[in-house]
């Protein structure tokens, strides 16, 4: 059975190709390459034991999107492409949205029209990559799903129009399969060290900023405030495997393949970890220093930010498994096998 994984070149698509293949199931990655490597294919085929198809293109190209899913009939789509960078999308709101939000219709157009052809002979199953940032600043933790939305920066705003343009279609057209799976927040990398996180220019996110400080690319971490009301005043989060995030796909695909409707669950791990928490677990990781310096509170951080899993364990039977220690020793691997990325030789 073939998975269309849209972004499955990524670091999310990827460790879900892999995943996938191993359950016996099919990706077939849809990538234009613009926030990943392509030498990410010849680590998926090192991993699954051979090539995986691409179909290398643009997810806002409705057309030639429709001609891919009539070519390969899969049974289930997995939605990753779009931009994901909260500050970037700050400074350029446009392109958020026309990227995230067009990227979105026009995969939803092209999987209606492969219907309306008569080529694609199946009620649509897609599941979307969504993310907690459409809860906003929550008012307690840990967050359940039934928590109130909301936005605090334009990639959030995309996520959350999404769920809703999902959620409209599914209304109008019930047959419609929709997962929407909102991730906390990814770390870590495959065991195997060849295939990772590797941002382009200046890490996004806490655990790619704190590998490459201990590889010696970069001479600290900034710290953005240490006065919050938490145990050791800095931020907390729910930091969850990759792996285990790759997984829960998985098991999201094949609940929609098992019966009609829709669902919307948190992955997360329902614990949460401090900044510091997680300086000193890369320290125990990579047997290296990690220094770093107190700086302002950025602004729209939440102080605490961690999930209620239950209803993907009760939905799905899934729950992830992996410690912080398993997440850095994992990411400690990749990063130090490829001190550059996969820009390293």
Same mark, same amino acid.
């Given at each position: 059975?073939?998975?269309?994984?849209?972004?499955?070149?990524?670091?999310?698509?990827?460790?879900?190709?892999?995943?996938?293949?191993?359950?016996?199931?099919?990706?077939? *990655?849809?990538? #234009?390459?613009?926030?990943?490597?392509?030498?990410?294919?010849?680590?998926?085929?090192?991993?699954?034991?051979?090539?995986?198809?691409?179909?290398?293109?643009?997810?806002?190209?409705? +057309?030639?999107?429709?001609?891919?899913?009539?070519?390969?009939?899969?049974?289930?789509?997995?939605?990753?492409?779009?931009?994901? @960078?909260?500050?970037?999308?700050?400074?350029? +709101?446009?392109?958020?949205?026309?990227?995230?939000?067009?990227?979105?219709?026009?995969?939803?157009?092209? =999987?209606?029209?492969?219907? @309306?052809?008569?080529?694609?002979?199946?009620?649509?199953?897609?599941?979307?990559?969504?993310?907690?940032?459409?809860?906003?600043?929550?008012?307690?933790?840990?967050?359940?799903?039934?928590?109130?939305?909301?936005?605090? #920066?334009?990639?959030?705003?995309?996520?959350?129009?999404?769920?809703?343009?999902?959620?409209?279609?599914?209304?109008?057209?019930?047959?419609?399969?929709? !997962?929407?799976?909102?991730?906390?927040?990814? *770390?870590?990398?495959?065991?195997?060290?060849?295939?990772?996180?590797?941002?382009?220019?200046?890490?996004?996110?806490?655990?790619?900023?704190?590998?490459?400080?201990?590889?010696?690319?970069?001479?600290?971490?900034?710290?953005?405030? #240490?006065?919050?009301?938490?145990?050791? !005043?800095?931020?907390?989060?729910?930091?969850?495997?990759? =792996?285990?995030?790759?997984?829960?796909?998985?098991?999201?695909?094949?609940?929609?393949?098992?019966?009609?409707?829709?669902?919307?669950?948190?992955?997360?791990?329902?614990?949460?970890?401090?900044?510091?928490?997680?300086?000193?677990?890369?320290?125990?990781?990579?047997?290296?220093?990690?220094?770093?310096?107190?700086?302002?509170?950025?602004?729209?951080?939440?102080?605490?930010?961690?999930?209620?899993?239950?209803?993907?364990?009760?939905?799905?039977?899934?729950?992830?498994?992996?410690?912080?220690?398993?997440?850095?020793?994992?990411?400690?691997?990749?990063?130090?096998?490829?001190?550059?990325?996969?820009?390293?030789?």
């Amino acid at each position: 059975m073939k998975i269309l994984l849209t972004g499955g070149a990524g670091y999310i698509g990827s460790h879900t190709a892999v995943t996938l293949s191993a359950e016996g199931l099919e990706p077939v *990655v849809l990538d #234009n390459f613009s926030n990943s490597h392509p030498v990410v294919m010849e680590r998926l085929a090192h991993l699954c034991g051979g090539p995986l198809t691409l179909e290398q293109g643009d997810v806002l190209d409705t +057309p030639w999107l429709t001609g891919v899913l009539l070519r390969h009939q899969p049974v289930a789509v997995v939605h990753f492409a779009g931009d994901k @960078a909260v500050g970037e999308s700050v400074a350029q +709101p446009l392109k958020y949205f026309h990227n995230n939000i067009g990227g979105a219709v026009s995969l939803m157009r092209a =999987m209606v029209q492969a219907v @309306a052809e008569g080529g694609w002979p199946r009620p649509p199953a897609l599941v979307f990559s969504s993310s907690a940032t459409v809860y906003g600043d929550p008012a307690t933790v840990p967050i359940t799903e039934d928590f109130p939305r909301s936005h605090t #920066n334009p990639y959030g705003h995309t996520k959350l129009v999404i769920e809703d343009m999902l959620s409209a279609q599914h209304a109008a057209d019930p047959s419609w399969r929709v !997962g929407v799976l909102r991730y906390f927040n990814p *770390v870590g990398a495959h065991p195997s060290g060849l295939i990772g996180e590797d941002p382009d220019g200046m890490p996004n996110n806490l655990m790619p900023f704190v590998a490459q400080v201990a590889i010696g690319r970069r001479p600290h971490l900034s710290v953005f405030g #240490n006065d919050y009301p938490t145990p050791d !005043g800095t931020g907390v989060r729910d930091y969850i495997h990759v =792996m285990d995030l790759a997984s829960g796909h998985v098991a999201a695909v094949r609940a929609l393949l098992a019966k009609p409707g829709s669902f919307t669950v948190n992955l997360g791990t329902g614990q949460g970890h401090s900044v510091l928490d997680m300086v000193r677990a890369f320290e125990r990781a990579s047997g290296r220093p990690v220094p770093y310096r107190i700086a302002p509170r950025r602004a729209g951080d939440v102080a605490q930010c961690w999930a209620d899993p239950g209803r993907a364990r009760t939905l799905l039977g899934w729950q992830a498994t992996r410690s912080l220690d398993d997440m850095c020793a994992d990411a400690w691997r990749w990063q130090s096998g490829n001190p550059n990325g996969y820009r390293s030789p």
